[in-house]
C-alpha cells in the first residue's frame, strides 16, 4: 500500500522540526519559520502582549489597518496579502481554501496529497512567508 512520505525527516513522518531544521533555507528563514510555528513573530498584537507596546500604540494591521496584527492575519488572512497569495496561486495554476491558521498552512503540506510539480512549487511557500514578514518590515521602518 502506498502512502506519502516525508523525505525531510528521517522516519519520513512530518514534523515542524524536519520542516524548520531540515529544510534548505538560509538560517534566518529556518529561524522565523520557527518563530511563526510558535505563534512568536513580533507583530504588534504579539509587542503589545509581551508588555513591549504599550499606551495608545496602535495594534492594527500595518497593510489594512482594519483588524489587528496577529501572526495569522499578516501572514494569510489580511486582505493585501490574501491578493499576493491568490495572485501566487493563480500563477501557479493551483486551487486553495485558505487555511484558517499558520499552522493550518503547515498541515497541509504535511497531508502529502501534493503532486511533483506541486511539491516544488510548495517549497517556495516559506520563502514567500518570509518575503511578506520582510515588507512588513520594511513598510514599518519607511513609516
Ligand atoms: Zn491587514
Known amino acids: ?32 519559520g520557527w518563530l511563526m510555528w510558535k505563534h512568536k513573530i513580533k507583530t504588534s498584537v504579539f509587542l503589545q502582549k509581551i508588555g ?31 491578493n499576493v497569495w491568490s495572485s501566487l496561486l493563480k500563477w501557479w495554476g493551483l486551487q486553495w481554501v485558505i487555511p484558517d491558521s499558520v499552522a493550518g498552512l503547515l498541515s497541509w503540506w504535511e497531508s502529502g496529497k501534493l503532486k511533483k510539480r506541486e511539491r516544488k512549487i510548495w517549497k517556495i511557500v516559506p520563502v514567500a512567508l518570509w518575503s511578506i514578514w520582510k515588507l512588513r518590515n520594511d513598510c514599518l521602518q519607511r513609516g
Not at 522540526?17 to 538560517?27: D, E, G, R, T, Y
Not at 489597518?65 to 488572512?77: G, M, P, Q, Y
Request: charged letters at 15%; a negative charge.
Open 1 to 32: 500500500m502506498d502512502h506519502p512520505r516525508w523525505a525531510a525527516s528521517s522516519i519520513g513522518m512530518f514534523s515542524v522540526s524536519s520542516l524548520i531544521w531540515n529544510n534548505v533555507l538560509p538560517p534566518k528563514m529556518q529561524f522565523f
Open 52 to 82: 513591549v507596546l504599550t499606551g495608545g500604540v496602535s495594534t492594527l494591521c500595518y497593510f489594512c489597518k482594519e483588524e489587528e496584527e496577529s501572526v495569522r492575519h499578516v501572514l494569510l488572512h489580511c486582505p493585501f496579502v490574501w
